[in-house]
């Protein structure tokens, strides 16, 4: 499965933010991260379509919508029209992800389901065959520049293990504390997409610190 890296954009400089998302577009990354975040689901706000808008607008590259809002199903859609290519809900956020993965698949996104770290794998087994990833979080969501949990290896391995059963083309992402120096036991746990936010923005040559990321 193709390795990618997904830098998030809630770690860039949102004065310079076209010259962050441009740095993105030059560099080995194949997608673009953009955390919603509703001050609900999560005990903090980043941002919403207007932001998003400008994204796509300055960069080709796969445009990867992680929404951490409350009943994403109002949503969905509009994301994918304001320019997601991967729509990534909640589990623990909505009462139909069944409604919500039939929305985006509508919508003509790709679809995906996250789940936080206290919540179980198999919870994941009964939409497993209708999704095409899952979004694993090895820190609570809501924050940029947390520490890696380090129980989110086994996670990996468990649900790579449940997917080659169900899903075997499934994409596994994971997201926070990712830098080159967990990349590596990440990717051989199972995942093949690593979100990173401060270990690229933060780094002095970010591009280096992608491509660093994307060998270890
Ligand atoms: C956290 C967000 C992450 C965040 C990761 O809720 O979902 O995408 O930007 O940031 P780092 O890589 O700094 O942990
Ligand atoms: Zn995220």
Not at 172 to 198: C, M, P, R, Y
Request: proline letters at 5%; aromatic letters at 6%.
């Amino acid at each position: 499965m193709k390795r990618i890296i997904a830098p998030s954009v809630l770690a860039a400089d949102f004065g310079h933010l076209e010259r962050d998302v441009r740095m993105v577009d030059r560099s080995a990354a194949d997608w673009v991260h953009v955390d919603v975040m509703d001050g609900l689901f999560v005990p903090n706000i980043s941002f919403g379509f207007p932001v998003l808008k400008a994204i796509r607008r300055a960069t080709t590259k796969l445009v990867d919508v992680h929404l951490m809002i409350v009943d994403p199903e109002r949503y969905v859609a509009r994301f994918a029209h304001d320019g997601a290519d991967w729509v990534t809900f909640h589990l623990e956020a909505t009462h139909d992800a069944e409604h919500c993965i039939h929305l985006i698949r509508e919508s003509g996104a790709k679809v995906g389901v996250s789940i936080k770290p206290k919540t179980a794998v198999e919870t994941l087994r009964p939409i497993l065959q209708e999704v095409d990833m899952v979004l694993i979080m090895s820190v609570e969501p809501g924050f940029g520049g947390q520490q890696f949990i380090p129980e989110s290896l086994d996670r990996i391995r468990e649900l790579r293990r449940m997917a080659e059963e169900l899903n075997p083309t499934l994409q596994i992402e994971v997201d926070g504390g990712i830098s080159k120096e967990n990349a590596g036991a990440l990717f051989e746990a199972g995942a093949n997409v690593l979100v990173a936010g401060s270990s690229v923005f933060k780094a002095e040559d970010p591009e280096l610190e992608i491509k660093q990321m994307l060998e270890a």
